[in-house]
């Protein structure tokens, strides 16, 4: 499997990858059976390349209920941000 991104993309560890990165599926290296996750080789043009550990649940669809909970916990964060953003409470 190859693909290259059209827009930049920050992984589940945090890591972000600029458009025009390519990730190519790794054929020689395997991963544990009890992990849900594959190795990708990546290569950021004329900047970097390397190789991570994407999980499978990047790929997956977001559930009804799962859908839910992330625009609930969506919404606390924001309520949080617009309470404290106030300069003088610190």
């Known amino acids: 499997m190859r693909a290259t991104l059209k827009k930049p993309w920050r992984s589940p560890a945090g890591k972000l990858y600029p458009s ?42 977001l559930t009804p209920e799962e859908r839910k909970i992330k625009r609930s916990r969506q919404a606390l964060a924001d309520a949080h941000y617009e309470a404290t953003k106030d300069p003088l409470l610190y």
Not at 33 to 61: C, H, K, Q, S
């Open 20 to 61: 025009g990165t390519m990730f190519v599926k790794s054929r020689g290296v395997q991963t544990l059976p009890w992990i849900e996750a594959e190795w990708y080789d990546f290569e950021i043009p004329g900047v970097e390349y390397g190789m991570v550990l994407i999980p499978n649940t990047v790929f997956r669809a």
